[in-house]
């Protein structure tokens, strides 16, 4: 499992270990974690968990993921090299030790859009931090905005724009981390 502080502030107990964390941190909840959450003003979470993480990474059960916490805003922004999207690894089986998710955080400037695509061999989930904008999901539009989450399942078509006015920027997961992109326009593809 892991949590990323929306807004807020959290201290995180887990055994004799207290950390702040604010909205510029990501923890990995290592298998059987056992903590507490408090916040004196109210904060937000994101909270995802991956039932029976074994199953998609090998190395799981004999070489389990530890609590690590990490800060965002330390990780490099990415630039893509067809547009001014920005890339920011939240988790990482090289940041996390686990190839059973992968997160990003996704900045889209005003009006950007991405190529139409689809992954094979992930499930796909997102979470809208702040703007608005709208997803395709086989070529069928939705509107989005702050605090709206978007599945996308194994080799669903999708792409985003942002709102021709205001940047569109979501965290996005997959489980497993390691799979395959796959571009409907092959000139198209995205690289950062």
């Given at each position: ?44 979470l994101?909270?995802?968990q ?118 569109l ?24």
């Amino acid at each position: 499992a892991w949590l990323q502080v929306l807004d807020g502030e959290i201290v995180l107990a887990h055994g004799n270990d207290r950390q702040t964390l604010s909205d510029a941190h990501v923890a990995l909840l290592s298998p059987g974690f056992s903590g507490t959450v408090s916040a004196t003003r109210g904060a937000s979470l994101l909270h995802g968990q991956i039932p029976d993480a074994a199953r998609l990474d090998a190395r799981f059960t004999k070489e389990p993921p530890q609590f690590r916490v990490m800060d965002w805003t330390r990780e490099p922004v990415l630039d893509s090299e067809h547009d001014a999207r920005k890339r920011i690894y939240l988790v990482t089986p090289k940041l996390f030790g686990t190839k059973a998710v992968k997160g990003e955080m996704i900045i889209y400037p005003p009006g950007t859009a991405a190529a139409n695509h689809h992954h094979e061999g992930a499930e796909h989930f997102m979470y809208v931090l702040r703007g608005r904008g709208t997803v395709y999901a086989n070529e069928k539009p939705f509107p989005v905005r702050q605090g709206d989450v978007i599945y996308y399942p194994d080799r669903e078509r999708h792409y985003l724009e942002a709102a021709k006015d205001e940047e569109l920027v979501f965290a996005e997961f997959f489980a497993p981390a390691e799979h395959k992109t796959v571009w409907v326009d092959a000139s198209q593809v995205c690289t950062w």
